[in-house]
């Protein structure tokens, strides 16, 4: 429900409005190096207000680190963060309590929690609760950089790790996770695409591309927990996510299969293409993953629409006021790397490639 993840374990919490938001992070391992630092530069990437085209709401988005760290090592024990929601504008919710948005989940909210639920800036369902997820993604960034390939040794590397049946550990490239925008509106250029809806007076949106390089053969189960599954049921998390692919996606279907298929070059798994995005029956096969999302346009529009008034049983015209991100996918690329480096720190966790921390 708000848990996600089986040794890395997340658990978000908090609404857009209310005191915080927040998330607890489990099965972190022991010693890994960690301060506030450390997070700053990721949440300062997800901020709005600071670019053409994102919401003036500006928050500090500090990290208040509650518990799991001691002497700026992670001690084994769950992590808490809290990011404190100090500028708010509930009121501009309170006017349209009446009138559902369209795009938004208010009127299924409404439905499911009975009308309990906090509907300010859309609440437990906000946009907001993503600082949460790149703070996560931090953490889960700096475990990437701790992996290690296992070659036949009997000498002990003298950093880290798990030895097991005389196998050494043996440094390797860290792991990169990089997000970037492909287009907004249709347009490669971003500042084009921004302008359409601007002239529209209306929102837009976007596609994202993530790579990863640095990753091992074979992460990843067939079937339910293929590495595109695990990957799909956390990027669906992020609001707003209408679609993804890997690899070459939906222009597969349009290609013959010895035009798709890869042609492996060497024993590590190379291959002379990538149509598959670095992804083979459900594992990583060694090559750079690549996938892609689509952002829907931000359901927030000053352009007039017509909704249900589930007081008066009747539909009205309706403006959406307050604070807006004209285009919610120009902060999505953090927020992309922070899930895609989650799935991968679990993943890797479970094939044990991330060692114990030691000094």
Known sequence: MNSFGKIFRLSIFGES????????????????????????????????????GTTPRQEEDLPIIKSGLFNNRATGAPITIL???????????????????????????HEKFGGFEDYRGSGHFSGRLTVAIVAAGVIAKKLLAQVQRFSNAEEEEESVAWIQGGLKAESIEGIRVQATILEIGGETDVEKGLQKAIDAKDTIGGIIECRVSGLPVGLGEPFFDSVESVLSHAVFAIPAVRGNEFGTGMAAARMFGSEHNDAIENKEGRTSTNHAGGVVGGLTNGNELVFRIAIKPTSSTPKQQTTLNWESGHMETVSVKGRHDLCIALRVPVILEAVTAIVLADLLLLEQHIPRIIN
């Open 17 to 52: 409005h209310g005191e915080s938001a927040g998330i607890v992070v489990d099965g972190c391992p022991a010693g890994l190096p960690l301060t506030v630092d450390d997070f700053l530069p990721d949440l300062e990437r997800r901020k709005g207000g600071k670019q053409k």
């Open 83 to 109: 990011f404190e929601n100090k500028n708010t504008r509930s009121a501009d919710y309170d006017k349209q309590r009446a009138v559902p948005r369209p795009g938004h989940a208010d009127f299924v909210a």
